[in-house]
């Protein structure tokens, strides 16, 4: 038994522990984009003195991606991908002048250089659940980050601090640990955290020091889903689902006050720059202005028909732009109550973010559109469109929408759109178990050959059933992968043992240059063409440090793969090719998720592995199936059955009872075996002692030694019948003459159809 510490183990319970799972995510063709929808919004102005080429536009996505946008006055374009999470992207805030923090369901929060082409400084650990929000002081220059998730949690980080070794004994930091949990929960999880250079590689270098304790802000008793920081750092606003506005002393973490009005959850938070006054948005689809001096909820708005998700504030507070669920994007003007609706879309608003005389919104969709907001005088929008008055209830606004006085939104179109990805919605793994079919979001279904990881016929905008009905064949093999569209494409899980149970005769892959019943390992086909490019650099690097070339300066900043114990087996060199049923695309790698003993899940394309990584890194079953070729111990791959012939047949076969042989053994080899049982002098001995059948020996195309006489050399025609469960007519049974080309496998699961042994009938067609 081992002690296993995860963020999600707040009472570091002891259980078995669990072999390391091997994700790979399909990536399309256009990196690019985002496929899923876009829950965040960060921009970075340029100034004189940054050096800056531009205004840059970050998002962060449901596909576990942020990505950088270098902004133009009718352009974006993508300069830089940051991937690490291995979950959605929840928020993202900038801290200082080129920091960029972002938190995941994934339960870490990741410190990132904004400015770079996508090099992760640091992983934090702390929360026990996803983390779905965080908060910076505007003008941060003591690079203060709070956040908050669904374990009720809300932490406040020092970002300087956390990689900061602080001498602490093992009892004072069990006393400080006690702060970050409710409950038992006071042990520190220590994480091996990463630093990823700019080139994507994995160090040494620990991003989160083991004695860093962030200040715990307790009170929360259920999620947290919103957050905000005063422009000092010195105050901290939090709501969630238990529909109060909880205020902090964001220097300590002690309660303030808590503030009452909401009546579902709170989701969105902003605060003035003096602290003074706080802006909240429900699910209950009201906005409210609470003055945080007196204590009390001063207005509130009912602009929304439904949830509010999203709020942005003008630099001076005056006016307030919201959205939500309802599609619609509306601005406010809080001492007026004057309201407007700016514009409506097609999917609910879940982010905001002003730029200039801009706003940014963020959906569920995974484009980003750019409407017009006028935030410097944001007065101009009331004289281009009708506006109505806030009123006070809830359901004031919801009364006005039924009786169709529904306002005209000002704007129609957006400035300006980045465009996303389609995001898969659904699939359906076919029984080849190499082929998943995909529907998106734009209607196009899809074939995809994950073990190449490409789509291999795009059918458009047709019904997915009938594809599926039409692609259905009637072939049984175990299911070695799952599946999952999550982060908005294909996510492909390997566990072992049961990922190395799915093995095919290289013919049916059309594999040339190997005998046609070589068996071939699906899985572990598939990792060698994941890792053909890791394990070219790492050859390279091994060579490079037996020459001498790798200077010691260099050994300090990256593994020595001298030391780990996981070596490529020279027996093995020449069967470390890549047959092309595996080759992974270059132009679109799919991107790796997994762990290894050290640290938490990492995320990163085949393509960006440096040959660095090792056992700290990956799970140990896949480097021993890639560099050793040994397979973990696999159950049921053999199929048992009964040879019998058919009622009343004359012929008759010497054999020992049950049978045994491999599930994908076809159905010919046992009409081959059937016919050296009736022919030859003496049979072959291809039964075992264990009466196992033994089909490498079976003679496969009917031809017989030498020396025969001529009547033992004519080939009877042999078929194979099976008794089908499912095609009883009046109480008899039917027997089915079985393809030769069928599978033991797929006899057992689409004729037999029974727990118990497979029988097998034999007969001679005459006349053939």
């Not at 070729?629 to 019998?644: A, D, G, I, Q, V």
Request: proline share 4%; with cysteine; charged share 20%.
């Amino acid at each position: 038994m081992h002690r296993v510490g995860s963020a999600g183990n707040a009472n570091n319970s002891t259980r078995p522990r669990k072999e390391k799972r091997l994700t790979y995510v399909l990536n399309d063709s256009d990196d690019t984009k985002h496929c899923a929808g876009i829950n965040c919004l960060a921009v970075l102005t340029s100034s004189v003195s940054d050096g800056f080429e531009s205004d840059y536009l970050f998002t962060g996505s449901r596909d576990g991606t942020l990505k950088r946008w270098a902004l133009a006055e009718d352009a974006a374009t993508c300069s830089a991908t940051f991937e690490s999470h291995v979950d959605w992207v929840n928020d993202a805030v900038i801290v200082g002048n080129s920091t960029l923090v972002s938190c995941s369901s994934d339960t870490t929060l990741k410190a990132w250089d904004a400015l770079s082409d996508g090099a992760c400084t640091r992983t934090l650990n702390q929360h026990s659940d996803y983390v779905t929000c965080l908060a910076a002081a505007e003008k941060n220059v003591i690079n203060i980050v709070a956040s908050g998730g669904l374990g009720g949690e809300v932490f406040i980080w020092d970002l300087e601090a956390s990689v900061t070794p602080v001498s602490k004994n093992h009892e004072a930091m069990d006393d400080d640990c006690s702060n970050g949990f409710h409950g038992s929960a006071n042990t520190l999880p220590t994480t091996g955290l990463r630093t990823i250079s700019s080139s994507n590689s994995i160090s040494t270098h620990t991003t989160q020091c083991q004695g860093y304790i962030p200040i715990a802000a307790k009170g929360h008793k259920e999620s947290v889903y919103a957050l905000a920081m005063n422009e000092g750092g010195t105050l901290l606003v939090s709501g969630g689902t238990e529909k109060v506005v909880r205020v902090w002393d964001a220097r300590s973490g002690s309660k303030t006050m808590k503030l009452k009005g909401h009546t579902d959850n709170i989701r969105a938070l902003l605060l003035d720059s003096t602290g003074r006054f706080c802006l909240s948005g429900s699910s209950d689809s009201m906005i409210r202005l609470w003055d945080l001096g007196q204590q009390r909820c001063v207005h509130s708005y009912a602009v929304h028909t439904d949830s509010v998700w999203a709020l942005a504030s003008t630099p001076s507070f005056s006016h307030v732009y919201s959205g939500g669920r309802d599609l619609s994007l509306y601005l406010t003007d809080l001492q007026t109550r004057e309201s407007l609706l700016l514009c409506t879309g097609e999917n609910p608003i879940l982010q905001l973010a002003l730029h200039d005389d801009s706003i940014w919104v963020a959906s569920t969709d995974s484009a980003v559109h750019r409407w017009p907001a006028e935030g410097r005088y944001p007065q101009k929008n009331f004289q281009r469109g009708s506006s109505f008055l806030a009123g006070n209830l809830s359901f004031s606004r919801a009364r006005v929408s039924l009786e169709g006085s529904t306002p005209v939104p000002v704007y129609k179109e957006p400035t300006l759109t980045i465009p996303g990805a389609p995001g898969i919605v659904q699939h359906e793994v076919l029984n080849n178990r190499r082929h998943v079919l995909t529907k998106d979001t734009a209607g196009s279904v899809k074939l995809w050959e994950i073990t190449r990881g490409v789509v291999i016929k795009d059918y458009g905008k047709v019904s997915f059933e009938e594809i599926k009905e039409e692609l259905f064949e009637m072939v049984s093999i175990p299911a070695w992968f799952t599946v999952d569209a999550r982060l908005g494409s294909l996510s492909i899980h390997m566990d072992t043992p049961q990922c190395f149970s799915a093995e095919m005769y290289s013919a049916d892959l059309n594999i040339i240059n190997k005998p046609e019943d070589d068996k071939v390992n699906l899985a572990r086909e598939t990792l060698k063409g994941l890792l053909a490019h890791w394990l070219v650099r790492r050859k390279q690097r091994v060579g490079s440090q037996a020459n001498g070339e790798i200077s010691h300066g260099k050994d300090n900043t990256t593994r020595s793969l001298t030391h780990s114990r996981f070596e490529v087996d020279g027996s093995t060199e020449n069967d470390a090719m890549v047959y092309p049923p595996f080759e992974f695309s270059a132009v679109s790698p799919p991107s790796i998720i997994t762990e290894g003993t050290h640290g938490g899940p990492w995320r990163k394309k085949i393509t960006d592995l440096d040959g660095t990584e090792d056992e700290k890194d990956f799970p140990s079953w896949c480097l021993d199936c890639v560099l050793n070729n040994r397979l973990p111990p696999r159950e049921n791959t053999k199929c048992s059955f009964f040879l019998h012939p058919c009622e009343g047949s004359t012929v008759q076969i010497l054999t020992q009872g049950k049978l045994s042989a491999p599930r994908i053994l076809r159905i010919h080899k046992v009409i081959n075996y059937v016919i050296e049982k009736m022919v030859l002098d003496k049979p072959l001995d291809n039964v075992n002692t264990e009466g196992s059948f033994a089909s490498s020996q079976v003679v496969g195309d009917g031809s017989f030694r030498s020396g025969l006489k001529p009547w033992q050399k004519l080939k009877p025609s042999i078929e194979i019948l099976c008794n089908n469960q499912s095609a009883y007519i009046f109480l008899v049974q039917c027997f089915q003459v079985l393809s030769p080309e069928m599978s033991l496998a797929t006899v057992r699961a689409y004729v037999w159809k029974k727990m118990d042994d497979l029988v097998l009938n034999y007969r001679v067609v005459q006349g053939r």
